[in-house]
């Protein structure tokens, strides 16, 4: 693909995703998930639509069978919360396995654009995506602004692309 036909694909696919947003975490509400409220912003912003959003807690059965429910239905779907190493961050264990593509290039980006903002701590992200059943599975960390880094630097700016490449 040449450069000319790469910028063309962000282009010509503006149309609205079908998106859904779930925040993994044992202690937020709706009301003080500033992450999800900042990735749905984004999204909408940026012309998608965001079609459903859940609070789960960290527990890998019920983040597994939620994805699994409601992913057929959508484009994809963006998590936050649960990448790290603390005993109860299961997300990433429970997304993984979920990948039949793996972007192996979102989670080392990630942590080098995290690197230049938090230092060294950048590698204890687990951040992860990929492709499951055909759709877009992201896995981003619940601090807002690793949310706001990789939907700005590194998402929004490649959704065009990524449905055009599995003909969303």
């Known amino acids: 693909m040449t450069l000319a036909e790469h910028h063309r694909h962000h282009r010509e696919l503006k149309r609205a995703l079908r998106l859904g947003v779930i925040t993994i975490s044992d202690t937020r509400t709706p009301e003080t998930d500033e ?21 789960l807690p960290d527990e890998p059965q019920r983040i597994v069978l939620t994805l699994r429910r409601h992913l057929p239905h959508l484009d994809g779907i963006i998590t936050n919360g649960g990448t790290g190493i603390a005993p109860r961050d299961t997300t990433f264990d429970a997304v993984r396995p979920l990948l039949q593509k793996e972007l192996e290039g979102f ?62």
């Open 35 to 55: 992450s999800g409220k900042l990735i749905k912003e984004l999204l909408v912003q940026a012309g998608h639509r965001v079609e459903y959003y859940e609070i």
């Open 107 to 168: 989670g080392e980006l990630f942590r080098m654009l995290s690197y230049q903002e938090v230092g060294p701590a950048a590698f204890l992200s687990r951040a992860v995506a990929g492709v499951s059943e055909g759709k877009l599975l992201v896995a981003l960390p619940g601090a807002p602004n690793a949310c706001k880094l990789a939907m700005e630097k590194l998402l929004l700016p490649e959704l065009g692309h990524i449905a055009y490449l599995l003909d969303l």
